[in-house]
């Protein structure tokens, strides 16, 4: 089914992405943990993503750069704040520099996935916290909401490969 609703939210600074998956809480849990999975739907799919470095622990580091349609590159980070497995992960998300490192003139946003069973499906909710409106304005401008949406809808695909 995949994503079910996407809002803004001015006063609180925050957006919000709820999406349902016809798969356990654990299963949906192991798109995030694993980097593998993670670089098959973390970006739109014209700028697919590819992890360096995924840290899967409180303090841990994510490094990640996704590819767009022309071969241009576009960098970002995580610091893992919180792991409740497999119910809760928070983290922060900020853009890097051509070498990695994280870029100070952009402050990073702070994400919050919850997942949630439903039925024999898995309710995720993932809400980013921006530092203030015109950090949210920008990113929405930025096309943040449609990539996510794009993004997000990928998982389905993940989720049902036999592979895993």
Known sequence: MAVVATFKDSAALTLTLVAEFDAGVERVWQVWEDPRQLERWWGPPTWPATFERHEFVVGGKSAYYMT?????????????????????????????????????????????????????????????????????????????????????????????????
């Open 68 to 164: 767009g349609p022309e071969g241009e590159k576009s960098r970002g980070w995580w610091r893992i704040t919180a792991i409740e497995a497999p119910h809760r992960l928070e983290f922060d998300d900020g853009f890097a520099d051509a070498d990695g490192e994280p870029v100070t003139t952009i402050e990073p946003t702070h994400a919050v996935v919850t997942l949630d069973a439903v039925g024999s499906g898995t309710r995720m909710t993932t809400v980013t916290q921006f530092t203030n409106a015109e950090q949210l304005e920008q990113m929405l401008e930025m096309g943040m909401e449609e990539g996510w949406r794009l993004a997000v809808s990928q998982i389905d695909e993940v989720l049902g490969d036999s592979a895993r």
